[in-house]
């Protein structure tokens, strides 16, 4: 082979290597046409997963940052005592708060559920008798939380929806799905053990973030005076409080 030859050849072979190339290009970039579609097409599906926020004009944008949400929710009550105490708190706050009732409190104070029901808060399941629900066997399980759900409607005329498992902990192979929503929390104040107004409010400021849920319990004349302060401290920080329905699915 000459000199001559050889560059052509050479002229051949790198003249095939470019169509490859554009070829090859010509396929990616096809590809990669068809992969932003599919991108696209998931972005939709997300967008009207996560409440449209891509679709959200600047203005609901504004809004939304001026009402940070947060919820409020108390374990264990009825008290006979403090419940009452905390109801006639945020009627005078004008804040709705959910309650997770306990079944064996219910049958004792019918009054004050119906009471927490008229006044707009939402009611949620805690069990019968706050047992660790994992170590009871499904039967007994599942009677805790339909027990519970049976007093509460006899006394609203609605099933709760919401259920907070004693200690946070659900029974993983509960077979009676009763079709309710879990609820556990972000911020947990450990009011029962500290019992003091000011430890309480100060785990509050210290850990609040927008869409928190705050856990509680109305068993306590502490409880309630910590309440009365969040709620003036957080208001004043832009804060709304809802109840955990307007949490999840907003
Ligand atoms: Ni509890």
Request: proline share 3%.
């Amino acid at each position: 082979m000459n000199r001559a030859t050889k560059k052509k050849a050479w002229q051949k072979l790198l003249y095939l290597d470019m169509i490859c190339l554009m070829l090859l290009l010509g396929g990616f970039s096809y590809q990669k046409m068809g992969q932003q579609i599919r991108e696209t097409g998931s972005m939709q599906q997300n967008a009207q997963g996560d409440s449209g926020e891509q679709e959200n004009t600047d203005e609901n944008v504004e809004t939304e940052k001026e009402k940070k949400k947060i919820a409020l929710t108390f374990d264990d009550g009825p008290h006979p005592v403090y419940t009452p105490e905390m109801l006639d708190l945020l009627k005078e706050k004008d804040v709705k708060a959910t309650f997770f009732l306990l079944g064996q409190q219910v049958e004792k104070y019918p009054d004050i559920v119906k009471r927490m029901n008229e006044e707009g808060h939402l009611i949620g399941n805690h069990s019968y008798k706050h047992e660790q629900l994992s170590k009871l066997s499904s039967v007994q399980a599942c009677s805790q939380v339909n027990r519970t759900n049976e007093l509460i409607y006899s006394i609203t005329g609605k099933y709760p929806e919401y259920l907070r498992p004693p200690f946070g902990d659900w029974k993983d192979d509960l077979d009676c799905e009763v079709n309710m929503v879990e609820v556990l929390w972000d911020v947990d104040t450990l009011d029962w053990s500290s019992q003091n107004k000011d430890k309480v409010v100060s785990k509050v400021m210290k850990n609040i973030e927008e869409g928190d849920i705050i856990l509680m319990h109305d068993s306590y004349e502490s409880t309630v005076q910590a309440t009365a302060e969040i709620i003036d401290r957080l208001q004043e920080d832009g804060y709304e409080f809802v109840t955990v329905d307007e949490l999840i699915f907003d």
